[in-house]
């Protein structure tokens, strides 16, 4: 399982590198250069291309994650695999634009008063969704080949790049916002463009058909994980992405902005989830190809410890250095700390089950996963319904937040009642008092000047909480990260 870790270690240092350029992009200068309109339709145009990929993908991620192990050769055609996901990927392309061509009319009515820029921006979703359901086919295959690196250095980084670009130019004057939004899209494309290049070069692109290899039950198993799918994946982004369509249907695009960069801040505790979640796939799925419950059981209860460790660490450093997040925002934003709280406790909730949506959509409960998952959708439209015209934005970050932790906490439940395994234990309650300790530690320094404060508490509180995990041996995979990171800086110095 060295890979594993190595991947991982990798992948989230590539994490926070982007959520750095992120936090420079969205959390500086976006405040300070755009209209919150004008981040709210960006925001709005990726959400709305996230969630028809989802749909237009027709499930087929479901069976990239669970059967390609029955498909995987060696010698890099792997039985048609490829060529097989791109003729179903391009099908639910076409789907995908007779609905926004029949719904498009509907759609810049409904919003031409409330949100006029989303509609005359609209004519880019068609381009951004092709480009996002190819690179998200490209980034599971090469998932499953096991480089789950590439995709996120590609799509958490240098694509933030090109935005930093984009951004500077369009604070210089050289282009106005529309050149924003066109430069925006292709650089979208960029990273398909680099990861088609990589997989060609290795050997892994081969477009060639071969009908002989899907057996009657191959062929039946990939329409009902595609059926499934598609339900799986409507409903993994409602989760992600409704609550923004949720706040622009009843607060506006305006509003959309803000709710987006304070729910950046929470993001952040997710992210070393999401890298461990797509190296471990390929892993897992080969792992109940041959029943293999200890490694199951081993990755299942590894990865909760340590995506817990870390998420806690981020959600103390968060709410330590809340007052200085507002500082360094302008006013229009004081009012969406409880965003960032509520969202960050959902979070925190869903990263302390480790790989658990994993071992289920890779497993025979994938089924399962996809009631549940639609359930919590009717629970999160019935709360933001209710929750967004009480309590505006933070309505919507409490509907998330509750649909987080029953998700989470019901994927649990399911997991261990059928197949025993859980991933709780007393170094949970250990590392949440480790934390708690951190977090009081980090609340009694007085306040001083934005940057010395930043780092005097961020600081304080990473040493306290490493210094403990570290002594207590509570999370090995956290420990190796901050080994590997002093190894780092030391060669530096």
């Not at 059967?67 to 039985?79: A, Y």
């Not at 009694?444 to 990473?462: E, G, T, Y």
Request: proline share 3%.
């Amino acid at each position: 399982m060295g890979i594993v870790q190595r991947q991982t270690i990798r992948g989230t240092a590539w994490s926070y590198l982007g959520a750095l350029l992120g936090f420079v992009n969205l959390i500086l200068l976006s405040p300070r250069i755009f209209t919150t309109g004008e981040i709210g339709v960006v925001q709005l145009l990726l959400s709305f291309a996230t969630m028809l990929a989802q749909f237009s993908s027709l499930g087929f991620t479901n069976v990239i994650n669970r059967l390609f192990p029955w498909f995987r050769d060696g010698k890099g055609r792997h039985h048609g695999f490829l060529g097989l996901a791109l003729v179903i990927t391009l099908a639910g392309f076409i789907i995908a634009l007779l609905v926004l061509k029949f719904y498009g009319p509907h759609f810049v009515e409904t919003n031409m008063e409330r949100s006029p820029l989303i509609t005359e921006y609209s004519l880019f979703l068609p381009a951004l969704l092709l480009i996002t359901l190819l690179f998200n086919l490209l980034d599971n295959y090469n998932k499953v080949l096991y480089d789950a690196v590439l995709g996120t250095f590609l799509r958490e980084f240098l694509f933030r790049v090109f935005n930093l670009a984009l951004i500077c130019l369009f604070w210089a004057g050289i282009i106005d916002f529309d050149g924003y939004v066109f430069g925006y899209v292709v650089s979208q494309g960029i990273p398909l463009a680099v990861i088609f290049i990589s997989l060609l070069k290795r050997g892994e692109i081969s477009l060639r058909l071969e009908p002989g290899h899907l057996t009657p039950h191959l062929r039946r198993e990939i329409i009902i994980l595609c059926l499934f799918g598609i339900l799986t994946g409507i409903a993994t982004v409602t989760l992600t992405s409704l609550d923004k369509l949720f706040v622009n249907r009843y607060l506006g695009e305006a509003e959309v902005g803000i709710y987006s960069i304070a729910s950046y801040f929470a993001v952040l505790i997710a992210l070393p989830g999401r890298s461990v979640s797509k190296i471990s796939i390929p892993f897992l799925a080969e792992a109940w190809k041959k029943d293999d419950l200890a490694t199951i059981d081993y990755l299942y209860s590894r990865s909760s410890t340590g995506q817990y460790t870390i998420g806690l660490l981020i959600f103390i450093g968060l709410m330590v250095n809340m007052d200085n997040i507002f500082r360094l925002l302008p006013e229009a934003y004081s009012g969406s700390a409880a965003v960032i709280i509520l969202i960050g406790l959902g979070y925190l909730v869903s990263v302390s089950a480790g790989v658990n949506s994993v071992i289920l959509a890779t497993s025979s409960l994938y089924r399962f996963q996809t009631w549940l998952m639609l359930v919590l959708i009717a629970l999160f439209v019935v709360t933001s319904v209710i929750f967004i015209p009480l309590f505006g934005i933070t309505g919507a970050a409490l509907a998330s937040m509750v649909s987080n932790i029953i998700y989470s906490l019901l994927g649990i439940l399911l997991t261990g009642r059928r197949f025993g395994l859980w991933p709780y234990s007393m170094t949970h309650l250990k590392i949440t008092l480790l934390g708690l300790a951190a977090m009081i530690a980090g609340f009694l320094i007085p306040q001083f000047s934005l940057v010395p404060d930043i780092l005097l508490r961020s600081l304080l509180v990473a040493l306290i909480f490493t210094a403990g995990v570290w002594y207590w041996k509570l999370s090995d995979d956290f420990t190796g990260m901050a080994e590997k990171a002093m190894e780092w800086f030391r060669k530096r110095l």
